[in-house]
């Protein structure tokens, strides 16, 4: 049976734009400390390794990201699997990822740092229109298995318009999303976000951990707002157990949030909402309905325009 208490730490990072050194030190410094205060996972923002900010200027090529990037697992990550293994932690990190097999395909990836030594990557499925000048789209989704339960990630924009990766990890028995992501004063207004996060918890009643850059990167201002959400006791609640929502001034500064939550309330001990998954006694089925789901995206696929548009 999974443990259910978790000790969780995110982080507002502060980023040394294409300083991949200053950078690694600051995700270990974090790492550290967190992990001595008790964290069981530690969550750092979208490209933390690196910056965020693009060089419109200059060819795919010359970018900052491309420049930079490293294979994983490779010697950034697998320094940061060595602090995993000697804290017993999971912890988590953006970075440009360079592919093995072709060194000019470059992704916008996790580096997944766990407890036994081994690392995983997971790459950025949705790519808005500022990442694809560098980065290439990954295909698979990725799912934690930990001794806490199935766990769900996601970078940015995978989390707050794509609803299939939450609900997914909830399907698949997990209680617990990640998602690591670089949100800008410039490009969004903190509550649109913020009200993606709360509604995704309250519709699939699970945990959402979101951890943010902060302050300047190279021309952008990041909003921090690191933050553990999750169903409350009370129904219609979305919790902030640690950290503060998008665009509040108290979340605007670098440093990590911990709570120590309980998986088990996203799963219905305490939050008794009707549920999406909740199998409805009167028909022994619940209101999801994956089979119908698979039709209508078929028929979609079937449709030659879609078809060319989709893959």
């Known amino acids: 049976m999974a443990e259910s208490i978790l000790n969780l730490a995110v982080v507002n990072l502060k980023t040394a734009w294409g300083n991949k050194p200053m950078n690694l030190m600051r995700i270990c410094g974090y790492a550290k400390e967190a992990a001595r205060a008790g964290a069981d996972m530690i969550v750092l923002p979208e490209l933390a390794l690196t910056g965020y900010d693009d060089e419109s200027d200059k060819e795919r090529h010359q970018k900052m990201q491309t420049l930079l990037a490293e294979p994983i697992p490779g010697p950034s990550s697998q320094a940061v699997s060595k602090l995993a293994q000697q804290t017993g932690t999971y912890i988590l990190f953006g970075m440009p990822e360079k592919d093995s097999l072709d060194e000019t395909i470059i992704y916008n990836s996790v580096a997944v740092c766990k407890p036994d030594g081994t690392v995983d990557a997971f790459r950025k499925l949705h790519m808005p229109a500022g990442e694809v000048s560098w980065a290439t789209r990954g295909n ?30 909830k399907a698949r028995g997990g209680q617990l999303f990640i998602n690591v992501t670089a949100l800008p004063f410039e490009d ?105 789901y698979r039709k209508m995206y078929q028929e979609i696929l079937e449709d030659a325009a879609w078809r060319m548009k989709v893959r």
């Open 140 to 169: 698979e989704p990725y799912f934690l298995e930990t001794n806490f339960g199935v766990i769900g990630l996601g970078i940015c924009y995978d989390s707050y318009k794509f609803p299939e990766m939450i609900r997914l990890t």
């Open 188 to 292: 969004i207004l903190p509550n649109i976000n913020r009200d993606d996060l709360e509604s995704m918890v309250l519709v699939n009643s699970i945990y959402i951990a979101s951890s943010n850059l902060v302050g300047l990167d190279l021309v952008k201002h990041f909003m921090g707002g690191s933050s553990v959400i999750g169903p409350g006791c009370r129904p219609g609640d979305a919790v902030y157990y640690a950290g503060f929502a998008f665009g509040d001034p108290r979340g605007c500064n670098p440093g990590i949030f911990m709570a120590t939550i309980d998986l088990s309330a996203a799963a219905g001990e305490c939050n008794r909402e009707e549920k999406i998954f909740t199998i409805d006694p009167a028909t022994g089925k619940t209101g999801w309905r994956p089979l119908i």
